[in-house]
Structure formats: structure tokens, C-alpha cells
């Protein structure tokens, strides 16, 4: 059976890189969520205070990867520590954050972060909340890295 996932982990091109990879992963689109501007674009992002993050949308079959393993992987492919930024990416669009669309992945995502914890010398700030309505970016951020073989 298809189920979603909506992550946000920093710059999205790394992140879909990271997910498009993983066995059971059948779809990705890279986006924007959780802020308040309607039909957001890049620079709206980028440069006005949306509050929105950027974030993969990742349709997976859950007969071949679990909810619980896409975590994992979403807790691999970045530093969840670090509040507003990864890497040389700052802002609130870059914030770590797990949406999630029922109360199954709330709990999962939940206890899955108590795990991880003791992983890391620093606190864990990866925001758990319900997913928002979910705006796709605009094509050539698509499969960038693939696209551009970045």
C-alpha cells in the first residue's frame, strides 16, 4: 500500500537525493509547508518571511520500507541539531521537521526521536507537527541533482 511522508531536512535538492535512493521509495516532490503564505515560490521562501519550510514529499510502499525506516533515514541525511540551518543553509526554511498525516507516524516519529537522542551530544530541535497543505516548487527543482548531475 502507497502511504506519504513530508520531511523537511534542509536545502531539498540533498534530501530527495538522499530519499530517490532508497529502496520502497516510489515518488518524490520537493516543496514548501508550514507557513502561511498561499502558492509560495523560491524567492518567496528564500526572501520573504513565509515561514515555510523546504521540505521532500515521499510516496512510499509500505510492503517494502516502514514508515519507522524512512525516519531512520530521515534522522541519517542531516544535523537535526541544529536549529534554523544545515550546513551553510540558515533560515527557517531550512529548519528540521517531521510532518506527519496521522496519529500512527505522530507516535512513530515521536518515539523514534527519544531514540536518536542519546546519538547526538547536542538536543534534537526536529519539530514534530501535523502536515500542512503541501505546495510542489517549481519544476527545475525537481531532481535537481539529477537533472544537473550536481
Known amino acids: ?9 534542509g536545502c531539498f535538492w540533498g534530501v530527495e537525493e538522499h530519499f530517490i535512493k532508497v529502496n520502497g521509495v516510489t515518488k518524490t516532490e520537493v516543496g514548501y509547508s508550514g507557513g502561511k503564505t498561499i502558492n509560495p515560490t523560491y524567492e518567496n521562501v528564500c526572501y520573504e518571511n513565509t515561514d515555510h519550510v523546504e521540505v521532500l514529499q515521499i510516496e512510499f510502499d509500505e510492503n517494502i ?36 498525516f496521522n496519529n500512527k507516524q505522530k507516535n512513530i516519529a515521536q518515539k523514534s526521536k527519544e531514540k536518536y537522542q542519546p546519538n547526538f551530544e547536542s538536543r534534537i530541535v526536529t519539530e514534530i507537527s501535523k502536515a500542512d497543505i503541501f505546495y510542489k516548487a517549481e519544476e527545475y527543482h525537481q531532481q535537481y541533482i539529477q537533472k544537473t548531475k550536481n
Not at 1 to 9: C, E, H, P, R, T
Not at 72 to 99: A, N
Open 65 to 100: 520500507i516502514s514508515y519507522e525506516n524512512l525516519v531512520e533515514e530521515f534522522w541519517k541525511c542531516h544535523d537535526p541539531t541544529t536549529l534554523d540551518r544545515q550546513g551553510p543553509d540558515v533560515g527557517r526554511q531550512y529548519r528540521s521537521v517531521i510532518y506527519y
Open 1 to 9: 500500500m502507497i502511504q506519504k511522508a513530508l520531511f523537511g531536512a
